[in-house]
């Protein structure tokens, strides 16, 4: 079931919006490579990266700030220069210790819990233009 779950609205914009505007892209995720890859090559994702770190690559995964700190590294910014999209608490909490600006978009199993911790929280990526976005955060 989960190899037949589509993209999330507005994921593909965010992710060519962001390459328009000359921005590394990571992924930072709890998941396991193993787990990642597949639905990466279904998706035709990999290209959209620069770095892509998974639960292999540390020995903590999120709430703890390991994969974020990994991935600002290896795209080479500061975490204070790097934004994090999230959709779970957890995720929102790693970046948020790491340093990084959060904002948050929660998806159908996480829109009831309380994101006041993000830096941001829009309801979807749909619509949205990642430049507003970023410009929010710079203001």
Known sequence: MVHQVPLLPGILDALEEAKRLGLAVGL??????AWIEPHLERLDLRRHFDAIH???????????????????????VEPGEAVAIEDSLNGLR???????YGIAVPNAMTAGLDFSEADLVVPTLDGQKLEMLVARWND
């Open 28 to 33: 930072a995720t709890s998941s396991y490579r």
């Open 54 to 76: 998974t639960a292999d690559d540390v020995e903590k995964v999120k709430p703890d700030p390991a994969l974020y700190r990994l991935a600002v590294g290896s795209l080479g």
């Open 94 to 100: 790693a970046a948020k210790a790491a340093g990084l």
